[in-house]
């Protein structure tokens, strides 16, 4: 039986973490960036970087011009992105 709280656990993260990167960065990025919604999760366009795909349920994105993968991807775009903007 733990075994499946634990998947049940695991997916609500996942959910949250969906939920929180729409409400709290999505506003911000669409604003600044050309970006929109795909199946998978967000990807926006920015001139220094290129495009980068956001997994928000994984907690991971890729910019791809340099197939760079990184986790922490909420920490990344707070620390990197949004705070060129400001």
Do not use: H
Not at 19 to 26: A, G
Not at 50 to 67: E, H, V
Request: glycine letters at 4%.
């Amino acid at each position: 039986m733990s075994g499946y709280y634990f998947v049940l656990d695991k997916k609500t993260k996942r959910e949250n973490r969906e939920i929180k990167f729409e409400k709290n960065l999505v506003p911000i990025l669409t604003s600044e960036f050309e970006g929109c919604r795909v199946p998978s999760g967000f990807m926006i366009a920015t001139k220094e970087l290129g495009i980068i795909d956001i997994f928000p349920k994984a907690d991971k994105l890729r910019i791809r011009r340099t197939n760079q993968w990184i986790s922490n991807a909420y920490q990344w775009v707070e620390k990197t992105l949004i705070s060129r903007i400001t």
